[in-house]
């Protein structure tokens, strides 16, 4: 994980650009409006105050909408957590999936899904993440963190079954355990409880589930995700995403270097 921002190698733009519309010519070049992207991910700034080295806040803020609407961002953060799959000789799509949920802070005079997580004693917003046996985001879905783990992440069960018949199991703690499990078995897909023995104190690495808890620890590189700065629910999906994207990019420079 590099914490620098740098621009999209050629390669890497290269893996990105068969999903944006490229074909036609523009004032605006669409690398340059990817790089603004990332970089207000990296560096958590806000909109108005983009570096005047990209193009207007304005016509960066155009596409990030809109490529959040098309289900662009959707997949391109899919088809590069399989080129990264491909990379390490795995399937490209994934037969287990690992699922937890991070509470984080809500920006003062946002009130839309708003709660207050007693347990952790968080006002904001509850991040529900599902991730592969490797740690690679295929799904979030982000809600008031009043709202329970398990009926709250219903909505990802539509994301597990659009893999077909290849996803056998999902690992999760006893939060899952009760309607999110029952609604797995409906489809045939396993639910397996991944939880430390309580007998042990201290931090305790919990076989198959330490990789989804990595993956929250990964978004405090980015200060656009650390706390939620966003009115819609979609926009904060669309961050984690490309917090993800960003990560892959990232493997694929490696790889590239090596």
Request: positive net charge; aromatic residues 12%.
């Amino acid at each position: 994980m590099t914490k620098q921002f740098n621009k999209l190698t050629d390669s890497q733009w290269a893996a990105i650009s068969p999903f944006l519309p490229i074909a036609r010519k523009r004032k605006i070049d669409l690398c340059e409006v990817m790089n603004a992207i990332l970089w207000l991910l990296r560096t958590g700034c806000q909109w108005r105050n983009l570096p005047t080295e990209y193009p207007h806040w304005q016509a960066v803020y155009y596409y990030f909408s809109r490529w959040k609407t098309d289900g662009t961002l959707e997949r391109i953060n899919r088809e590069l957590n399989q080129l990264d799959r491909k990379q390490q000789n795995r399937e490209a799509y994934p037969s287990v999936f690992c699922i937890d949920s991070q509470s984080v802070k809500l920006a003062p005079m946002i009130c839309e899904y708003r709660g207050l997580d007693a347990h952790k004693k968080i006002n904001g917003r509850k991040r529900e993440f599902l991730v592969d046996t490797c740690g690679r985001l295929w799904a979030v879905d982000v809600h008031a963190a009043n709202e329970a783990d398990g009926p709250s992440s219903l909505p990802l069960i539509s994301d597990i079954l659009w893999y077909g018949d290849r996803v056998e199991k999902v690992f999760g703690d006893r939060s899952y355990g009760g309607v999110f499990a029952r609604e797995l078995s409906k489809w045939g897909i396993e639910f397996e409880r991944a939880s430390r023995p309580e007998s042990v104190q201290g931090f305790v690495p919990v076989a198959k589930r330490w990789v989804v808890e990595r993956s929250i620890a990964w978004t405090n590189f980015f200060r656009r995700i650390v706390k939620d700065y966003e009115y819609t629910i979609s926009s904060s999906v669309s961050w984690l995403l490309l917090a993800n994207i960003q990560i892959m990019l990232q493997r694929l420079k490696t790889t590239d270097q090596t």
